[in-house]
């Protein structure tokens, strides 16, 4: 039994211990996840093309994330699908995600390795009035 994501045409072996994200990212793929996979961003959507029955029905806590699109066109958050048989995997929309990451207008971002915090005491005084002339 594989689990196979298109368009990449990668295979993995079923492991019904671990959700579909974990098993593509071990396979170098990636999939946009900001919660990390704890199913409270909704990032991680993918869309089962084949072995629907291969999978469980969504959860209170997925349905409540991916709303009325799970009836839709059938997608499921990738951190909370567990396969135990042969499953098509589409990650055309992660793929798409990956490459448009969005950036702040306005904003430019440094190194990482440049960044550094600084503390320091900002001292509020008091502005006296002027004099009137």
């Known amino acids: 039994m594989k689990i196979k994501f298109i368009p990449q045409n990668v295979e993995v072996d079923v492991d ?29 959507r993918v869309r089962i093309v084949e072995g629907e029955n291969s999978i469980p029905e969504p959860s209170k806590a997925e349905l409540n994330l991916i709303g009325s699109s799970y009836y839709l066109d059938g997608r499921r958050l990738s951190c909370q699908v567990r396969c135990f048989g042969s499953v098509t995997v589409d990650l055309t929309e992660q793929i798409n995600k990956v490459d448009s990451q969005k950036k702040v207008r306005g904003f430019k971002q440094r190194d990482p390795k ?16 002027e004099k009137p002339q």
């Open 114 to 129: 440049e960044l550094s915090a600084v503390q320091d005491t900002m001292i509020l005084a008091q502005k006296k009035p």
């Open 16 to 44: 019904p211990s671990k959700t579909l994200m974990q098993l593509a990212t071990e396979a170098g793929l990636k999939i946009k996840s900001i919660c990390g996979g704890i199913a409270s961003c909704s990032e991680c």
